[in-house]
């Protein structure tokens, strides 16, 4: 069946150590999130995706700031399984400090742990400007593939041994996972996520769409939505002429409902995104009026096709 996960940079789930910021400085989709130091020290992981089925190849890209510390911090995306911990690989940025030497540098990492050991598959140095955002492209499969951009610059092929003398292509034993979960800490924010088993090109892009109309069966009062029973929904229609107007010969390769801040108070309790009369994967609320909810999935047509459905949410529990 595949997935395609899109997240503009909201962590739905209610976490008292998730950092969240709105700040143009760290994002460029108007959300992206991190955790505090003390959820990154107790070796926890934020779960972005688990999926039904086990998957041997991905393709992904993500907006990253990388700061400039006095510590050595990283971004990490793990791909793991939810049956045990390991096998598990993981791939990212890492940004570094040197006490000794007061030098600060950043690098590209890609581990796999079987077996109770680390094998490092990739690790490259980068001359990335700090306190800057960044975007990173990816393709990783189990047949040794790995292709890596940063900033639409070719940095890593398996094919090409000769960006970097610290480069070391070897096979991952077993790269396959069911789950995705982030390691990020302070102000190594993250967002702008578009992960997917098929692929996606690297200049494949998230936009915020201007919506035409609203149909709706909850109660609003200024813009808040409030559901009472299983049923309510909430569905809008994207604004094609300026949506054209501006992607005149774009194709919609995906769509994601986002809402945030979206919460209970103890019933209804789950939501579904839903694509016309089609519902998709579905979200069970908290009570915290910090979380959200979002639902994402592949989609294949031209950009004067977007208003021929309408796009939102509804309550099925």
């Known amino acids: 069946m595949g997935f395609k996960y899109i997240n503009p940079g909201i962590y739905p789930e209610s976490n008292a150590y998730v950092v969240r910021t709105t700040s143009s400085t760290y994002t460029q989709t108007g959300h992206a999130f991190s955790t505090n130091q003390t959820f990154n020290n107790s070796y926890s992981k934020l779960v972005l995706l688990t999926l039904d089925e086990y998957y041997e190849e991905v393709y992904g890209k993500f907006d990253f700031f990388l700061p400039m510390l006095s510590t050595t911090q990283n971004a990490f995306l793990y791909f793991d399984v939810t049956d045990g911990d390991l096998p598990r690989s993981t791939f990212g940025i890492t940004s570094s400090y040197s006490s000794k030497n007061k030098t600060r540098s950043s690098s590209i990492n890609f581990t796999s742990y079987e077996n109770n050991s680390i094998t490092t598959i990739i690790s490259i140095m980068l001359n990335a400007t700090l306190n800057t955002k960044h975007t990173m492209y990816f393709h990783i499969a189990n047949n040794a593939t790995c292709q890596i951009y940063l900033d639409g610059s070719l940095k890593v092929d398996r094919t090409d041994e000769t960006h970097s003398s610290t480069n070391t292509l070897t ?36 936009i915020e769409v201007p919506i035409s109309s609203t149909s709706t069966n909850m109660t609003e009062s200024s813009g808040v939505y409030t559901a009472s029973s299983v049923g309510n929904y909430l569905l809008q229609t994207p604004n094609k002429s300026s949506l054209v107007s501006s992607y005149p010969n774009h194709r919609v390769t995906g769509i994601s409902t986002v809402a945030q801040p979206a919460y209970t108070d103890g019933t209804p309790t ?16 908290t009570t915290s009026n910090a979380a959200g909810a979002l639902s994402s999935w592949k989609a294949n047509f031209a950009m004067s096709q977007i208003d021929s459905k309408q796009y939102g949410w509804e309550v099925i529990a």
């Open 171 to 206: 096979r991952c034993p077993y790269f396959y996972f069911n789950r995705i979960r982030v390691d990020t800490v302070g102000s190594f924010y993250m967002s702008n996520f578009i992960i997917s088993d098929s692929r996606i090109t690297p200049n494949e892009t998230m």
């Open 270 to 285: 789950t939501i579904a995104g839903r694509e016309s009369s089609l519902k998709h994967d579905s979200t069970v609320l």
